[in-house]
T-cell receptor
Framework: NAGVTQTPKFQVLKTGQSMTLQCAQD?????MSWYRQDPGMGLRLIHY???????DQGEVPNGYNVSRSTTEDFPLRLLSAAPSQTSVYFC??????????????FGQGTRLTVV | KNQVEQSPQSLIILEGKNCTLQ??????????LRWYKQDTGRGPVSLTI?????NTKSNGRYTATLDADTKQSSLHITASQLSDSASYIC????????????FGTGTRLLVSP
């Protein structure tokens, strides 16, 4: 019963470094997405994917790249980390059925600090 | 602009007591409204999902209501337990091809013994 698995759980980066946050799901869900959670704000959508090979931008996409080569994996890449990207990142997945009323499952989060 | 507002920001109640959390939204076109529970350091976990035609849904001691006319929802917790201490997030889904979820900032609930 793995669900949505994110790695790493914690990461400290120096400004300008790059890294990839990993996300994998084992529920065969078509939809996957990345959110960031900042103090005093609701989760905000960074990028999302409706299926393998298809990605699109969300509300706050600048500084991030994604790809979806398989149904299971949806990595988030930080190209050149900035202190403004210090946040907690959540990956989520959901099924395409039920016309958008299906439950979204979230990973445990990655706490990223950029110094 | 699509928005979800929750009140109160935080709440402290005694174990065994009931409480009600509020959510107002301005999301269009509306698809569904969800309540999530987020424990400290964990990801959100779904409690309920309600579509336009549903005005109440229960999940154990959690009961959510929805008034689509006034665009308001509430989450009622009955006989609170220490394990209910968490943030409760109201989320509204816009009716697009993808689940575009609009998140509230949450109500932080502390259940005190």
């Amino acid at each position: 019963n793995a669900g949505v698995t994110q790695t790493p759980k914690f990461q400290v980066l120096k400004t300008g470094q790059s890294m990839t946050l990993q996300c994998a799901q084992d529920m065969n869900h078509e939809y996957m997405s990345w959110y960031r959670q900042d103090p005093g704000m609701g989760l905000r959508l960074i990028h999302y994917s409706v299926g393998a090979g298809i990605t699109d931008q969300g509300e706050v996409p600048n500084g991030y790249n994604v790809s979806r080569s398989t149904t299971e994996d949806f990595p988030l890449r930080l190209l050149s980390a900035a202190p403004s990207q210090t946040s907690v990142y959540f990956c989520a997945s959901s099924s395409r059925v039920l016309q958008g009323n299906s439950e979204a499952f979230f990973g445990q989060g990655t706490r990223l600090t950029v110094v | 602009k699509n928005q979800v507002e929750q009140s109160p920001q935080s709440l402290i109640i005694l174990e065994g007591k009931n409480c009600t959390l509020q959510c107002n939204y301005t999301v269009s076109p509306f698809s569904n409204l969800r309540w999530y529970k987020q424990d400290t350091g964990r990801g959100p976990v779904s409690l309920t999902i309600m579509t336009f035609s549903e005005n109440t849904k229960s999940n154990g001691r959690y009961t959510a209501t929805l008034d689509a006319d006034t665009k308001q929802s509430s989450l009622h917790i009955t006989a609170s337990q220490l394990s209910d201490s968490a943030s409760y997030i109201c989320v509204v889904s816009a009716n697009t091809g993808f689940q575009k979820l609009v998140f509230g900032t949450g109500t932080r609930l502390l259940v005190s013994p």
